[in-house]
């Protein structure tokens, strides 16, 4: 697996989650690596992103300032803290690697490398 997804679990509205991707692969400076989620039923969608030397971070609108996207250099992983969750957040969590470094993208067709993900279910 070259994407690990891992973190994920069930929590109740308001709580918290650190989801974690450790990859096997290189990530080179300029690379994207990005956060997105599937609900059953619904697409991809984006959820966050940093690039990996410049540190810039994007988010979904969505997330409202709940959520922190991190990366470790040492060791190759990208977090995502999640505060302040909601059921509506309730999805299969999956990182990827972008495939353009030259420009961020929030399509899921950018990226690759998607690893199983990780389940968040969040409780009302």
């Known amino acids: 697996v070259q994407l690990q997804a891992s973190g994920g679990g069930l929590v109740q509205a308001g709580g918290s989650l650190t989801l974690s991707c450790a990859a096997s692969i290189t990530i080179y400076s300029n690379d994207y690596m990005g956060w997105f989620r599937q609900a059953p039923g619904k697409e991809r969608e984006f959820v966050s992103a940093i690039r990996w030397r410049s540190n810039r971070k994007y988010y979904a609108d969505f997330v409202e300032g709940r959520f922190t996207i991190s990366r470790d250099n040492a060791k190759n992983t990208v977090y995502l803290q999640m505060n302040s969750l909601k059921p509506e957040d309730t999805a299969v969590y999956f990182c990827?690697?972008?495939?353009?470094?030259?420009?961020?993208?929030?399509?899921?067709?950018?990226?690759?490398?998607w690893g199983q993900g990780t389940l968040v279910t969040v409780s009302s």
């Open positions: 990827g690697k972008g495939k353009i470094q030259e420009f961020f993208s929030d399509s899921a067709e950018d990226y690759d490398y």
